[in-house]
């Protein structure tokens, strides 16, 4: 009997009168117009029973199952998967949905609940109804930041990126709060680690192509240290150095790969990153002296457009261009010349003849 009155309240929550629906105890009657299955629902396509079923089957006791039986689960799944529909007819806005179905409430778990996945669907119908503004991805990320913990975030956005309907906006979630909350970094690292998420996944939720990658940005140097943490885990073969750096160049692919090197240059000062940037930046030369064919010359002229390589070793020996070119001058030398021609023009740089140690670098490649 408690099942059938939750099904009752289910439906008048959205405004449908009861009194037009029979159930008894051989078959369910739907009879008002309106009470339809949205075939286009990507939920619906993953044959997921959505909406109240959960609730009402949590909330049976062993001497209703005859009850549930009579009532029929397949025509429960239809109630669920249409309540998101009746409530889009009567404008609801889905914050006062979220609200009146108690999910802001304490205790009230949203990771796995079937009910609160049929309400980000519904949001998906809401905006397509009003607007893509009328509910943006900022709006919903509040509501939930202020409904839920930290813990209890990371745990739903990441449960969510297991639903293929709902991967997009988990890593828009994903990405906004550990854009919103740093303090949330250790944790998601952790969950990440736990289920094995590779770099190039992590980048993708991160989402740092969007903006300029170099070492200003914390997003960015998140995504390496979790790189980092990763290869120690699973072993550094899991996800080289040169998997690394071909993902960033396929990721900025219109960008002067030249701002890399400079880059990583900087990043090499941050010890708890020094060595994953070190042999990123190795790669990156190599692939300029093998495959682009530059020398240290050239290189230098392209770190800054403005002016030529000599004016940049003219600069102090703490300017990150000169470093770079410094850098990069000495893997050129190594690589053409040997350890012999290396230790040459490392000697000629520590005596602050920076001219004359390029010269020598290219001396080898005449």
């Given at each position: 009997m408690r099942l059938v009155c939750t099904i009752v309240s289910a439906i008048s929550f959205l405004g449908v009168d009861a009194a037009?629906?029979?159930i008894d105890s051989h078959q369910t009657y739907f009879t008002p117009a309106n009470l339809y299955t949205d075939p286009h629902s990507p939920l619906i396509r993953t044959n997921t029973a959505l909406g109240l079923t959960?609730?009402?089957?949590?909330?049976?006791?062993?001497?209703e199952d005859e009850d549930e039986e009579r009532i029929?689960?397949?025509?429960?799944?239809?109630?669920?998967?249409?309540?998101?529909?009746?409530?889009l007819k009567l404008g609801m806005n889905p914050k006062d949905v979220f609200t009146r179905l108690?999910?802001?409430?304490?205790?009230?778990?949203l990771d796995d609940n079937l009910e609160f996945i049929e309400w980000l669907h519904y949001i998906s119908l809401y905006k397509a109804s009003k607007g893509q503004t009328a509910f943006s991805d900022r709006t919903l990320f509040e509501l939930l930041r202020q409904s839920k913990s930290e813990e209890e975030l990371v745990t739903l956005f990441h449960s969510l990126r297991q639903i293929p309907a709902m991967k997009n906006i988990a890593d828009t979630m994903q990405g906004m709060l550990f854009d919103r909350l740093p303090s949330s970094h250790k944790l998601m690292n952790e969950v990440w680690l736990k289920h094995q998420e590779t770099p190039e996944e992590v980048f993708k939720i991160l989402n740092p192509e969007w903006t300029t990658l170099d070492a200003n940005n914390a997003v960015f140097l998140s995504w390496l240290k979790y790189t980092k943490l990763y290869r120690a885990k699973m072993g550094t073969s899991s996800?080289?150095?040169?998997?690394?750096?071909?993902?960033?160049?396929?990721?900025?692919?219109?960008?002067n790969e030249v701002e890399?090197?400079?880059?990583?240059?900087?990043?090499k000062n941050d010890p708890d990153l020094k060595n994953l940037a070190e042999n990123m930046q190795t790669h990156l030369f190599q692939k300029w002296i093998k495959v682009n064919k530059l020398d240290p010359k050239e290189f230098g002229d392209m770190l800054d457009l403005y002016v030529s390589w000599r004016?940049?070793?003219k600069e102090p020996k703490t300017d990150v261009d000169y470093q770079t070119l410094e850098a990069f001058t000495l893997r050129y030398a190594e690589d053409k010349g040997g350890s012999a021609v290396l230790k040459e023009v490392k000697a000629l740089f520590a005596t602050s003849d920076p001219e004359a140690a390029v010269t020598a670098?290219?001396?080898v490649s005449l």
């Open positions: 037009s629906i029979r959960r609730s009402l089957r949590s909330t049976s006791v062993a001497n029929g689960i397949s025509d429960l799944s239809k109630i669920a998967e249409k309540l998101p529909l009746d409530a108690h999910f802001a409430e304490a205790g009230v778990k996800f080289s150095e040169l998997q690394a750096m071909q993902l960033l160049l396929k990721a900025k692919p219109l960008r890399f090197g400079r880059a990583f240059q900087v990043i004016y940049i070793l670098a290219m001396r």
